[in-house]
């Protein structure tokens, strides 16, 4: 029943996609600059220009480009990107395991810190505790990512020399696991090679504590405001009333009710920080899928720009989907259906 | 890219893979003189320099890689260090060479010398790597046009050792050319065995593989992350490189590859910025070299009215406030092209131009022209190189408030810059920071003040420059017309100002731990001389 509600969901997200796709094609093509003048070099003249602008086929008229770029993606070639000169697919199954390893690293970290700091602060209201939740938050969210990152690298590589140098995601005297998942620790792990697996880990440290200061806020915030509404619901009431250990209580009957806008703040974060975490990525050399965007994006590289956009919406797709059926997980009032 | 296995890498260095998963080993390991650590803000995007859209930062691995028939020697730099030689051409792959007596005809003899496959170079890879810089099109084709070279058929392998180029008409230009990274020596029988019907000069096998006689070749390539170099052994152009392994790791962030480099894991960050490069100076050895025939400039375009008024041109000349400029966008680091010349020789270039900041002149200048209440223009600059071109825009506007004209300030995104400035030729008052790879006037002024030319941003014509040019860019330099003809160039370009010199600018590279690095035209990194320290 559910995997063929999964299905009708899959089958939703089609016109999505073909929406991004077109969307995504006029876009780039409304971008300033010229890709051509862009990449015939520094002292190219008017012939070898036309010459590279005829190589990318960006001489045709738009139409019978755009019917060229959906015919090459229906047969899965996404283009090659002219700034790093590989085929798209292939920098984006390199790049965005490293970026999703991160966030999700990070985003780990940050719910270990700021659930339990929000159920803290929501069951004191008012208490230092409150207090000490709402200065972390605020400071987590006011300092912007590239400054916390440039202060970790200062006073954890620089000054006291405990952090590995932040230069990307394995120092260079590591060998790359063999790709299986993308993921370094995973692949590291499944190949057994644990020095490796350490190399990752610490690599990972300072960029994903940087990432976590910042998606701490709205984590803690709204789980402080979810838990101190299902406190003061009817069935806590009750719950007190009934004598019910207090563990029980906040833990069992409040956080599980409390749980739903968390997780959706959490897909919503997770959105956020994956193309957000630019300046992250420039700063710890992270070979990520933003920097690679932005980088795409200055030099007119269509092909990797619309790969990078048509990426992220398979993945958004893909994690709404999880949410939802996370949804049904936490709170079995709701069916999938229903959603 | 050669497909490196875990094992393989190991077996690269016996003594490397016992140190290999002890990362606090690292720094003394790189440090003991086996590996080298660079690190830059770049991608290298192709290792194909002849392939459409490789990047300026892969050129680097043309140079490291593969063998040209010539090089420059080299000579102390003010900026320290070593900088190439422009009036030394030195043997590389050729043993020797000649000129016939009309100067058409160069012959190379190829000294003894195997790509790293182990076969041996000959002529006939010399002529299919000529044949194959001027085919692809793109701006080798265009680089290798400014030797002289446009045809396969002017390439002529003679036998095995002896290559023969014919030229269309004498060019002291031909022969430094050769010394540009374009013309490199590919292994040509490996190439064809990759070659398809589509793609005859095999650019999608040499995209991803370095198959010359070159010094090193790239063991491991990580477009965005990293690219590993390992020495041949074998190279015969040249003395064999100190490191055996060369890491460049693409670091985006200008303050974190400060950091690197400041605690000795890395021992070379390339071209950092000129703030840095002041205050890293007394803590390492710091290059700031003037980049040869390179000068940074405001255009003022013949196309906006009021700038075909010569006094306007001179009025906006004299209220430059050139020293504020180079303090503020290059931290003193270059060298300064305003004032009088008194040192360079008459026909140096870039040289001083005669003008300082002078707001009485200015204004003088001002109300002589047809324009005595000033006007209004905007001043275009690139969002891709504001670290210099904002605190040069900001203080001429300030400048320029003062006698009367009016700027605002128009930001021009990264792509577009190229096709605004240079193609379209569109931007009224703008910068321009043009150097060229052949270090003769002569040549700047080719590109740079010929009516039509990609780096003659201003619209300038002027007919006595056009047969000037014309008539010295291929005489040499100890032709008697020579220094009469460049002088006279000097002076109208002066007098005229279609392009204003602010300052020629340097390239800062820092070291810690190497040392005997050396400064080239073209503005990569050259790992071969480089020494631990």
């Not at chain 2, 041996?120 to 070279?149: E, H």
């Not at chain 2, 070379?268 to 703030?275: A, L, Q, R, Y």
């Not at chain 2, 052949?438 to 009516?451: E, G, I, Q």
Request: with cysteine; aromatic share 10%.
């Amino acid at each position: 029943m559910r995997a063929r509600l999964v299905g009708a969901r899959l089958l939703q997200a089609i016109p999505v996609v073909i929406g991004v796709v077109v969307i995504t094609f006029v876009l780039t093509r409304a971008l300033p600059g010229d890709p051509a003048v862009y990449f015939a070099g520094d002292a190219a003249d008017e012939a070898s220009i036309q010459q590279v602008r005829e190589q990318l086929g960006l001489d045709a008229p738009l139409p019978q480009q755009f019917i060229r770029y959906v015919g090459d993606l229906l047969r899965g070639d996404w283009g090659n990107s002219l700034s790093t000169g590989q085929p798209v697919l292939s920098d984006l199954a390199r790049r965005l395991p490293a970026s999703l390893e991160l966030t999700l690293i990070a985003l780990l970290l940050s719910c270990a810190i700021a659930i339990p700091l929000g159920v803290m602060a929501a069951t004191r209201p008012g208490s230092w505790r409150d207090h000490l939740c709402r200065v972390l938050v605020t400071a987590g969210v006011s300092l912007p990512t590239f400054f916390t990152g440039i202060l970790l690298i200062y006073v954890f590589y620089y000054l006291l020399d405990i952090a590995p140098s932040p230069l990307g995601r394995l120092d260079f005297l590591y060998i790359e696991p063999a790709p299986v998942t993308g993921f370094y620790l995973i692949d590291s792990a499944l190949a057994g090679d644990w020095d490796t697996f350490g190399g990752a880990a610490r690599q990972l440290v300072l960029p994903a504590i940087t990432m976590a200061i910042f998606t701490l806020a709205p984590i803690a915030r709204m789980t402080r405001a979810a838990m101190l509404q299902a406190l003061s619901s009817d069935f806590i009431r009750t719950a007190r009333a009934a004598g019910l250990p207090r563990g029980r209580i906040v833990y069992g009957y409040a956080l599980r009710n409390a749980l739903l806008p968390v997780v959706t703040t959490l897909g919503m974060v997770f959105s956020f920080a994956l193309g957000a975490n630019v300046l992250v990525e420039k700063v710890f050399a992270w070979p990520g899928i933003g920097s690679y965007a932005v980088d795409a994006l200055v030099a007119s590289d269509y092909a990797a720009v619309q790969g990078f956009v048509l990426a992220m919406a398979l993945l958004f797709v893909t994690l709404n989907l999880i949410i939802d059926l996370l949804y049904a997980v936490i709170d079995p009032r709701i069916g999938f259906d229903a959603t | 890219m050669t497909d490196v296995s875990r094992r393989h890498f190991l077996q690269l260095g016996a003594a490397t893979a016992s140190a290999l998963p002890f990362l606090r080993a690292l720094p003394a390991h790189a440090q003991s003189g086996d590996v080298l650590v660079a690190v830059n803000g770049q991608t290298i995007n192709s290792l194909d320099l002849h392939r459409t859209g490789t990047n300026r930062p892969s050129y680097q691995v043309a140079i490291n890689c593969y063998d040209r028939l010539v090089s420059f020697g080299t000579k102390p730099s003010m900026g320290g260090g070593l900088e190439f030689d422009y009036s030394k051409v030195e043997p590389e792959l050729a043993e020797s060479w000649t000129v016939s007596d009309d100067g058409l005809i160069l012959t190379f003899t190829l000294r003894d010398a195997t790509f790293q496959d182990g076969s041996p170079v000959t002529a006939a890879d010399v002529k299919w790597s000529f044949d194959r810089a001027v085919s692809l099109g793109g701006f080798p084709a265009v680089q290798m046009k400014a030797g002289g070279f446009t045809r396969p058929d002017q390439f002529a392998a003679l036998d095995d050792k002896t290559f023969q180029i014919t030229l269309d008409a004498p060019s002291k230009l031909a022969i430094p050319d050769l010394a540009v990274p374009i013309p490199f020596v590919i292994n040509s029988k490996l190439a064809m065995a990759n070659a398809t019907d589509d793609d005859p000069w095999a650019t999608e096998y040499l995209h991803l593989n370095t198959i010359g006689s070159g010094a090193f070749k790239v063991a491991r390539w990580v477009p965005g992350e990293q690219l590993i170099y390992e020495r041949n052994n074998d190279w015969a152009s040249g003395p064999v490189p100190a490191y055996k392994r060369v890491v460049i790791r693409e670091v985006p962030s200008a303050a974190t590859r400060r950091a690197v480099i400041e605690r000795g894991d890395a021992q070379i960050s390339f071209n950092i910025p000129s703030k840095d490069a002041l205050e890293m100076s007394d803590k390492m050895e710091v290059n700031s070299t003037p980049i040869a025939n390179c000068i940074n400039c405001v255009g003022l375009n013949t196309k906006f009215e009021p700038f075909q008024d010569s006094d306007v041109r001179k009025a906006v000349a004299y209220a430059i406030p050139y020293e504020a400029i180079f303090q503020a966008a290059a931290f003193g680091r270059g060298a300064p092209l305003w004032g009088e010349e008194t040192e360079r020789s008459e026909i140096a270039w870039p040289r001083r131009t005669g003008y300082v900041e002078d707001l009485d002149l200015a204004r003088a200048h001002l109300a002589k022209s047809g324009y005595p209440d000033g006007f209004e223009v905007p001043f275009s600059i690139s969002l891709n190189q504001l670290d210099w071109m904002e605190p040069t825009a900001l203080l001429i506007q300030e400048n320029l408030a003062k006698i009367g004209i009016t700027v605002t300030i128009d930001k021009i995104p990264g792509a577009d810059w190229r096709t605004a400035s240079l193609v379209e030729k569109r931007l009224a008052f703008h910068l321009e920071g043009f150097g060229g790879w052949l270090d003769t006037p002569d040549y700047y002024f080719f590109w740079a003040y010929k009516d039509g030319h990609l780096f003659n941003s201003s619209n300038y014509r002027n007919d006595e420059i056009e047969t000037l040019v014309d008539n010295t860019l291929h005489i040499p330099v100890d032709d008697p017309a020579y220094a009469p003809n460049v002088k006279r160039m000097f002076e109208i370009a002066l007098d005229e100002l279609p392009r204003i010199p602010l300052w020629q600018p340097a390239l800062n590279v820092a070291l810690n731990g190497a040392s005997d690095y050396e400064f080239w035209f073209h503005r990569q990194l050259d790992v071969r001389p480089i020494k631990p320290a």
